[in-house]
């Protein structure tokens, strides 16, 4: 009990001795009541943080790999400052380095191995109909000029994959003004924003008042625009509702139902691909479920309208990938994934598009529809939300 509360009181932990072992190939850092850390002798040579090994300014690297001797090997280390330091001698090439004993802590490595096979970024949360309690949202003054909401709604967008705004202003280009909060905006074909409008001889079909399956957007596109807003401007139609489902959370339904069907859909690339008259032509080659070398389900891609023939799974599997592709997409339409609403003018979403569908009913053709998009690049988003949170 005394160890337990003595680690929940205590955010650092007291660094009790650091020993040399291997020959001077790395270092074991005891610490009391925790496992020990072991560094070897070339990480810590690498990630120096003395000004002859990173820029005083800027913090980047100024040396590279091949600075650093292959037989480097630590001569001898020591604790200081009550445990508080580590002092590190290298040699052959002979170099002084001081860490504290705080930051290897929160750099270490040498942890228990991940033995999921497939894992999401426990910094994020998987959501369904029922377990998604509230929809983040915030009005646009709000998110103007009360700092600590608004960090709080976009941690709650990175953190879901969606949120909302209210109370925009109803002009055209206002999406832009919504994605300058805290992005930068990513062109395309389509324009640095698009009129999501029915037209004649539209040349996407978003542009139509059909219904859209719950999809990703511009999957056919390497990268994928990572965030979406959709900021409605008209909307005096019969239907046009919007629906908003996580794939990552569909992705692992999938795998417990039928783990062969997940594995056929992220370990087989599907293709898809977009033309258009004006000299656009874009195609990828991506699985549906695009897994990270060790596991971490990374992005979603899922668009009926514009997957391509698929050409990359063999015959003999053919049969069960198509079988898969239903079943993940009866998972992705089922009325228990998805949190469904109705855009009003003012009203916008947000979707963290490598991993959040969205989809429309098809609307009348009486009355008006208008909505404008745009794509905003994700690592844009989590570098406002870590410099933010940092002031703070
Ligand atoms: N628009 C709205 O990915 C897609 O093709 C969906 C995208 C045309 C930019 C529609
Ligand atoms: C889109 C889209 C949804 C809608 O433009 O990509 O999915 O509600 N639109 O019109
Ligand atoms: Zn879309």
């Not at 001797?69 to 290298?90: Q, R």
């Not at 009926?304 to 198509?322: E, F, G, L, Q, W």
Request: aromatic share 10%; proline share 4%; hydrophobic share 30%.
């Amino acid at each position: 009990k005394k160890i337990r509360n003595y680690l929940l009181s205590n955010k650092m932990s007291l660094f009790k001795s650091v020993k040399v072992i291997n020959s001077g190939k790395a270092i074991l850092l005891s610490r009391k009541y925790k496992t020990p850390l072991r560094y070897h002798s070339t990480w810590l040579r690498d990630n120096a943080l003395d000004s002859k090994t990173r820029d005083k300014k800027n913090g980047q690297r100024l040396i590279s790999i091949s600075d650093i001797p292959v037989k480097t090997y630590i001569k001898s280390a020591s604790l200081n400052k009550k445990g508080k330091e580590i002092i590190i001698n290298f040699l052959p090439k002979k170099k002084q380095v001081k860490f504290s004993s705080s930051w290897l802590e929160s750099h270490a490595y040498d942890k228990k191995q991940n033995n999921l096979k497939v894992w999401i970024d426990p910094d994020l949360k998987t959501w369904t109909k029922t377990s998604l309690k509230r929809v983040p949202i915030i009005n646009y003054k709000t998110a103007k000029s009360n700092k600590k909401l608004f960090i709080r709604w976009l941690k709650s967008l990175n953190y879901y994959g969606f949120a909302k705004m209210t109370r925009c202003e109803k002009k055209s280009g206002t999406v832009i003004k919504i994605a300058k909060l805290f992005g930068y905006v990513r062109e395309t074909n389509y324009g640095k924003w698009f009129d999501v409008k029915s037209k004649t001889n539209a040349v996407n079909l978003a542009y139509t008042n059909l219904g859209l399956q719950a999809h990703t957007d511009n999957p056919y596109r390497d990268p994928v625009p990572t965030i979406q807003i959709l900021h409605c401007l008209k909307s005096s139609t019969k239907g046009g509702d919007s629906k908003v489902v996580d794939g990552f959370s569909a992705a692992i339904k999938l795998k417990n139902e039928k783990p062969k069907f997940f594995e056929l859909l992220s370990k087989y690339c599907a293709r898809f691909e977009f033309k258009e008259d004006n000299g656009t032509h874009l195609k990828s080659r991506r699985p549906m479920i695009e897994l990270s070398p060790d596991g971490e389900i990374i992005a979603i891609r899922f668009n009926n309208r514009s997957t391509a023939p698929i050409t990359d799974v063999p015959y003999k599997d053919m049969n069960n990938y198509y079988r898969a592709y239903r079943k993940f997409s009866d998972i992705i339409n089922k009325d228990s994934m998805s949190i469904n609403f109705k855009l009003n003018p003012g009203e916008c979403f947000l979707v963290d598009n490598t991993r959040v569908l969205h989809s429309r009913t098809s609307y009348s053709g009486t009355g008006s529809r208008w909505l404008q998009g745009c794509y905003v690049d994700k690592d844009g988003l989590l570098s406002t939300i870590s410099t933010l949170e940092s002031k703070r």
